[in-house]
């Protein structure tokens, strides 16, 4: 499996962005599939990832303002971001079953 992020960038604090990750090889169901990021010194953390019966799940943090989506390909999950803050900040990860990761994308919210 392999997995491949895009989207991220600099916007300033209230902003939007919609992160994309396109997945290839083995995947499965992209209800396997899920949104990680890790801001500087900090641990990675769970933004949004589907659960087994294909509902969603969100940190507390990002509830109302952050939607996890499917494309209409099997293999491509979307993070659209909504009034974002400066703690927002991180490089984004798309991960599979927690197993495999992309290679990350920086979000960067500037106030």
């Known amino acids: 499996v392999q997995l491949q992020a895009s989207g991220g960038g600099l916007v300033q604090a209230g902003g939007s962005l919609r992160l994309s990750c396109v997945g290839s090889?083995?995947?499965?169901?992209?209800?396997?599939m899920g949104w990680y990021r890790q801001a500087p010194e900090k641990q990675r953390e769970l933004v949004a990832t589907?659960?087994?019966?294909?509902?969603?799940n969100y940190a507390d943090s990002v509830k109302g303002r952050f939607t996890i989506s499917r494309g209409n390909t099997k293999n491509t999950i979307y993070l659209q971001m909504n009034s974002l803050k400066p703690e927002d900040t991180a490089v984004y990860y798309c991960?599979?079953?927690?197993?495999?990761w992309g290679q990350g994308t920086q979000v960067t919210v500037s106030s």
């Open positions: 090889g083995n995947i499965g169901s992209t209800y396997a």
């Open positions: 589907f659960t087994e019966n294909g509902r969603t």
């Open positions: 991960t599979h079953t927690g197993t495999y």
